[in-house]
């Protein structure tokens, strides 16, 4: 689309990696159960398929990864983590999707208890898009 338009294009995409689940929901999260975008049934399969695991095996993060393609086909990719640990039940209504069951490494808080800017700064989408913004910068520059 990006060669055939002449505009360059950005993209992202990220997924909830649970550890115990070797890695799922990963790049089905917003589909997980069944239906694609409900947060409340997604969250809810990931929660009963934790019901009986010890916290200290509920490890898990967030992938994001962000490109910029270009006209002329370079392209440049960012990806970034956001590494916690998933609760035993919803906590906060900040945020979307998994959040209220995610909590962050290094906070007491969900990442549904925080603010868009708290979240935005440790976030897997926050970092690869800063990661990805000085090549939109230098695109832009070059434009005049």
């Known amino acids: 689309m990006c060669a055939a338009s002449g505009i360059p294009a950005i993209a992202d995409d990220s997924g909830l990696c649970v550890d115990y689940l070797n890695g799922d929901p990963g790049i089905f999260s917003a589909r997980w159960s069944g239906i694609h975008g409900d947060d409340g049934a997604n969250t809810a399969k990931v929660l009963e398929s934790l019901t009986d695991v010890p916290d200290e095996k509920r490890s898990a ?13 370079r392209t440049h990719v960012e990806q970034a983590r956001f590494d ?19 909590r962050p490494d290094g906070y ?3 990442s549904a208890q925080m603010s868009a800017e ?12 800063r990661a990805i913004a000085p090549h939109v910068i230098t695109l832009l520059n070059s434009l005049g």
């Open 118 to 129: 708290e979240k935005d700064a440790i976030s897997h989408r926050g970092k690869s898009l």
């Open 108 to 110: 007491a808080i969900s």
């Open 61 to 73: 993060h967030f992938t994001c990864v962000a490109a910029l393609a270009l006209p002329d086909g």
């Open 84 to 102: 916690g640990w998933i609760l035993r039940s919803p906590v906060g209504d900040q945020g979307f999707g998994y959040d209220p069951i995610f």
